[in-house]
């Protein structure tokens, strides 16, 4: 096992006005689950090719431990991938499959059905040995992958969105089961997902990118509760925070016709930017939706336009006029409560809800003089 360490890592394409991964700096301890997040396009899985491999480093440099291993080819790297389309061969058994690194280099036989055998039992193949891919389900394919990927005992493991070809159901299962198989083995894993969900329920930090620039880097919990900006406010949470760009006046700003006093830190600083503007955001979650018996109390009149009941938890999604322009507002509901399309309602948000950040840069605001 060992760390990983991408040190200003950049690479370029032809074709593109930005780099592709612009200066990465992070590191990633041994034995740490790193989850890297973001919309398609950000970098993600080009940063997994460029620490694999498989995309050529144009400036700066990836170390595994000790190791510089910027320009060396991926066999030389010791590492083993989880490809997104598992990338079984189909004339192959399961344990063919697995075993099938350990026979190019040459290993005993021995070592290879010991190796196989003890994979095989930590997930779960035992039965399925002697099977090929074309007879086993998704998930065991992907378990098949992965067992190909650990029989190798590499420093690092590197999964490239393994579960997007999974149903949802299966999904959740399959993550909760990675979860624990890394834990249990202990090895330095860097895992790429556009699903923010997954990104916050598996690793043990969650490092967001955007446009191939790192956004922030933090335990998921940190990334939820203190975004670094408007972007990881918006794109960490399911579903999103409700960002809302709204006027700033003396001692803070009005939301539909609730008045909202800004800590003064936060006020300072976007005062010295000498803007006009500032950005709110507020979780879903943050929301309380007002009974009728409290409709005196100010707050933001909305419209349902559509009611998301899981049965545990209900969505609202409504519209809202704030300012001058209509606005998509998600807030959460008691799910005990009947709601219905077209219904109007009122919400308030949390004294102590509000996320803010600058309306000119997007960067999180301080609201407590030591932020």
């Given at each position: 096992?060992?760390?990983v360490?991408?040190?200003?890592?950049?690479?370029?394409?032809?074709?593109?006005?930005?780099?592709?991964?612009?200066?990465l700096?992070?590191?990633?301890?041994?034995?740490?689950?790193?989850?890297?997040?973001?919309?398609?396009?950000?970098?993600?899985?080009?940063?997994?090719?460029?620490?694999?491999?498989?995309?050529?480093?144009?400036?700066?440099?990836?170390?595994?431990?000790?190791?510089?291993?910027?320009?060396?080819?991926?066999?030389?790297?010791?590492?083993?991938?989880?490809?997104?389309?598992?990338?079984?061969?189909?004339?192959?058994?399961?344990?063919?499959?697995?075993?099938?690194?350990?026979?190019?280099?040459?290993?005993?036989?021995?070592?290879?059905?010991?190796?196989?055998?003890?994979?095989?039992?930590?997930?779960?193949?035992?039965?399925?040995?002697?099977?090929?891919?074309?007879s086993?389900?998704?998930?065991?394919?992907?378990?098949?992958?992965?067992?190909?990927?650990?029989?190798?005992?590499?420093?690092?493991f590197?999964?490239?969105?393994?579960?997007?070809?999974?149903?949802?159901?299966?999904?959740v299962?399959?993550?909760?089961?990675?979860?624990?198989?890394?834990?249990?083995?202990?090895?330095?894993?860097?895992?790429?997902?556009?699903?923010?969900?997954?990104?916050?329920?598996?690793?043990?930090?969650?490092?967001?990118?955007?446009?191939?620039?790192?956004?922030?880097v933090?335990?998921?919990?940190?990334?939820?509760?203190?975004?670094?900006?408007?972007?990881?406010?918006?794109?960490?949470?399911?579903?999103?925070?409700?960002?809302?760009?709204?006027a700033?006046?003396?001692?803070?700003?009005?939301?539909?016709?609730l008045?909202?006093?800004?800590?003064?830190?936060?006020?300072?600083?976007?005062?010295?930017?000498?803007?006009?503007?500032?950005?709110?955001?507020?979780?879903?979650?943050?929301?309380?939706?007002?009974?009728?018996?409290?409709?005196?109390?100010?707050?933001?009149?909305?419209?349902?336009?559509?009611?998301?009941?899981?049965?545990?938890v209900?969505?609202?999604?409504?519209?809202?006029?704030?300012?001058?322009?209509?606005a998509?507002v998600?807030?959460?509901?008691?799910?005990?409560?009947?709601?219905?399309?077209?219904?109007?309602?009122?919400?308030?948000?949390?004294?102590?809800?509000?996320?803010?950040?600058?309306?000119?840069?997007?960067?999180?605001?301080?609201?407590?003089?030591?932020?």
């Open positions: 096992m060992a760390s360490t991408f040190d200003k890592a950049t690479r370029c394409f032809a074709k593109m006005d930005h780099p592709a991964v612009c200066e700096d992070l590191e990633i301890t041994d034995g740490e689950f790193m989850v890297l997040v973001g919309p398609s396009g950000c970098g993600k899985s080009t940063s997994l090719r460029m620490l694999a491999g498989l995309e050529d480093v144009d400036s700066g440099s990836i170390r595994i431990g000790d190791r510089d291993v910027t320009h060396l080819p991926p066999k030389d790297r010791d590492i083993a991938m989880v490809f997104q389309n598992y990338a079984l061969y189909p004339h192959m058994t399961t344990a063919g499959n697995m075993g099938f690194a350990l026979k190019i280099a040459k290993r005993p036989k021995d070592e290879i059905r010991r190796r196989v055998d003890e994979a095989s039992a930590v997930l779960g193949l035992d039965d399925y040995l002697g099977r090929k891919p074309k086993l389900s998704g998930g065991q394919r992907q378990r098949v992958a992965m067992g190909r990927a650990i029989v190798r005992e590499p420093q690092v590197l999964m490239d969105e393994p579960l997007s070809n999974l149903d949802a159901k299966l999904r299962q399959t993550r909760t089961q990675i979860a624990a198989l890394q834990r249990r083995l202990g090895t330095t894993t860097v895992y790429v997902t556009h699903d923010q969900v997954e990104a916050m329920t598996m690793g043990d930090r969650v490092a967001v990118l955007k446009d191939g620039v790192l956004q922030q933090g335990t998921p919990k940190e990334v939820f509760a203190r975004p670094a900006n408007a972007f990881v406010g918006g794109f960490i949470g399911s579903p999103a925070m409700n960002l809302f760009r709204l700033l006046t003396a001692d803070g700003t009005e939301l539909g016709g008045v909202l006093p800004l800590p003064r830190p936060a006020l300072n600083v976007a005062h010295a930017e000498g803007a006009a503007e500032i950005i709110l955001g507020v979780r879903p979650e943050q929301f309380t939706v007002l009974s009728p018996e409290d409709l005196e109390t100010p707050g933001l009149d909305v419209v349902i336009d559509t009611v998301e009941d899981t049965g545990a209900t969505y609202l999604h409504t519209t809202a006029k704030v300012g001058q322009e209509l998509q998600v807030a959460r509901a008691p799910a005990r409560v009947a709601y219905a399309k077209g219904q109007h309602l009122r919400i308030a948000p949390r004294a102590d809800a509000a996320h803010l950040f600058s309306a000119q840069t997007g960067l999180r605001l301080p609201t407590e003089a030591r932020d």
